[in-house]
């Protein structure tokens, strides 16, 4: 399985959030899913807020375009990234792993 998939809406983003970074950054995959560090801690939607703020910044979209599916409080997450596809949001995020 893939961290990243497409659906009618757009595409679907599996992730693993690690809250309490020094910084922002993606580390690359984790199982099937995308390994995200936010220095955000995961306190009242603070890191679900700062993801989906992030995501949008990786991605090009406007925030309101990205929608948490699933893991409001887990850090196992499915994120919609409303009319992106697979392949062009993989090209994106890819762009800003942390090598």
């Known amino acids: 399985m893939s961290w990243i998939t497409d659906s009618n809406a757009g595409c679907i983003i599996a992730v693993h959030v690690s809250p309490r970074a020094s910084r922002n950054s993606i580390q690359g995959k984790y199982g099937d899913a995308l390994k995200i560090r936010l220095k955000a801690p995961p306190v009242d939607g603070k890191a679900n807020k700062e993801l989906l703020a992030y995501l ?18 887990g850090r196992h997450k499915r994120i919609l990234a409303r009319h992106l596809t697979a392949q062009s949001a993989r090209e994106l995020l890819q762009k800003h792993l942390e090598t």
């Open 56 to 73: 949008s910044g990786c991605l090009n979209i406007a925030t309101r375009q990205l929608e948490l599916l699933t893991g409001d409080t």
